[in-house]
């Protein structure tokens, strides 16, 4: 398995994320802006192989920035992009909405080896679903084909 190499420029006060496609009201969002969406605090652990122990993640739930944008009736799935862009991972969009963006871990902000300045964290996740440095969140109204998910690269180990 290959890995993506992290961003050069991750500082968070230049740092956004766009969510867009199929969607009434396209937004980029900057990561203090994502912050002040609806925080949530989630203990999760992030090894690929092997297990972490449980960290603590700051951010806001994916959904609460899908009611933002309101996606169309037909929008079923979604595409979470990484700064490599080769790299993105499909979602339904019902599973994502229960995931978090985080911009914090342990009360600090995400450092760039683990996936910073934003990360996204789902439950049950295989290790590409842990999307490091995402930037954006296509919404689609079709599942994405074998060509727009990258999963024989992943963006680093942990």
């Known amino acids: 398995m290959a890995h993506s190499d992290p961003p050069e420029d991750t500082d968070p006060a ?3 994320v766009t969510v867009d496609g199929a969607v009434a009201d396209a937004q980029t969002m900057s990561v203090p802006d994502l ?31 899908l009611d933002r944008v309101a996606p169309d009736a037909d929008a079923s799935h979604a595409l979470v992009h990484s700064s490599d862009e080769a790299f993105a991972c499909g ?21 760039t080896d683990r996936g910073g300045p934003v990360r996204l964290l789902i439950d ?26 990258a999963r024989d690269v992943v963006p680093a180990d942990d």
Do not use: N
């Open 14 to 16: 230049r740092w956004t």
């Open 35 to 65: 912050a002040d969406v609806a925080t949530a605090t989630v203990a999760a652990s992030t090894g690929c192989e092997g297990e972490r122990p449980a960290e603590q993640w700051r951010g806001v739930r994916v959904g609460a920035l």
């Open 91 to 111: 979602f339904e969009l019902d599973r994502l909405r229960d995931a978090h963006l985080a911009v914090r871990l342990d009360g600090d902000p995400i450092p």
């Open 124 to 149: 049950d996740a295989d290790c590409w679903e842990r999307v490091k440095w995402v930037t954006r969140i296509d919404v689609l109204d079709a599942p994405p084909g074998d060509a727009d998910t």
